[in-house]
Antibody, heavy 119, light 107 residues
Framework: EAQLVESGGDLVQPGGSLRLSCGAS????????MNWVRQAPGRGLEWLSH????????HYADSVKGRFTIYRDNAKKSLTLKMNNLRAEDTAVYYC????????????WGQGTLVTVST | DIQMTQSPSSLSASVGARVTITCRAS??????LVWFQQKPGKAPESLIY???YLQSGVPSRFSGSGSGTDFTLTISSLQPEDSATYYC?????????FGQGTRLEIK
């Protein structure tokens, strides 16, 4: 069964950094485009970043551009979101999400990991 | 960026009712629209992709339609387990954008 498992969420102070990881299993990770999506408490979904299966294409939302970096290690079947200069408004559950093979819609989500930015 | 606007923001309906949620895009997205269902404390799950194609395992009471800028999600006969928040999302162009969500409650 295909599965995504995020980790790394924590309480961090404003201006701090954090690295989120997503481990994939049950499918050929290296063949799939991946994304990060977040959801602030009680709010809707916000797409953050996309990385193609070979890391050749990367996109970011304006809200995180220049602060967040997405990358992947296909050999380790892992996806990472490096987050710098965190703000209170970055407080959210962060989801790792897979795009459908040969398509662009999200067909698989992880369970999410909570990032809290606060003093 | 393409703005996605859902309506209504919330609704309440009885078991067996027919429910329709609409999603409007600020620009033409042809049929690059997906609908998600999210239950409290859970990750979203895809229901319908490419506007009208049912994701594997999704009950046939769910359907989608539309093209260009106007789209609908319909539940033909509401069931108790359909209580959730529903989101539309365009994947025509980056940045991908979501509607604000429609909270569906069962009376």
């Amino acid at each position: 069964e295909a599965q995504l498992v995020e980790s790394g969420g924590d309480l961090v102070q404003p201006g701090g950094s954090l690295r989120l990881s997503c481990g994939a299993s049950g499918f050929t990770f290296s063949s799939f485009n991946m994304n990060w999506v977040r959801q602030a408490p009680g709010r809707g979904l916000e797409w953050l970043s996309h990385i193609s299966y070979g890391s050749t294409v990367i996109h970011y939302a304006d809200s995180v551009k220049g602060r967040f970096t997405i990358y992947r290690d296909n050999a380790k079947k892992s996806l990472t979101l490096k987050m710098n200069n965190l703000r209170a408004e970055d407080t959210a559950v962060y989801y790792c999400a897979r795009e459908k093979y040969n398509d662009y819609w999200i067909d698989l989500w992880g369970q999410g990991t909570l990032v809290t930015v606060s003093t | 960026d393409i703005q996605m606007t859902q309506s209504p923001s919330s609704l309440s309906a009885s078991v067996g009712a027919r429910v329709t949620i609409t999603c409007r895009a600020s620009h033409d997205i042809t049929n690059y629209l997906v609908w998600f269902q999210q239950k409290p404390g859970k990750a979203p799950e895809s229901l319908i992709y490419a506007t009208s194609y049912l994701q594997s395992g999704v009950p046939s009471r769910f359907s989608g339609s539309g093209s260009g800028t106007d789209f609908t999600l319909t539940i033909s006969s509401l069931q108790p387990e359909d209580s959730a928040t529903y989101y539309c999302q365009q994947y025509k162009t980056y940045p991908y954008t979501f509607g604000q969500g429609t909270r569906l409650e069962i009376k």
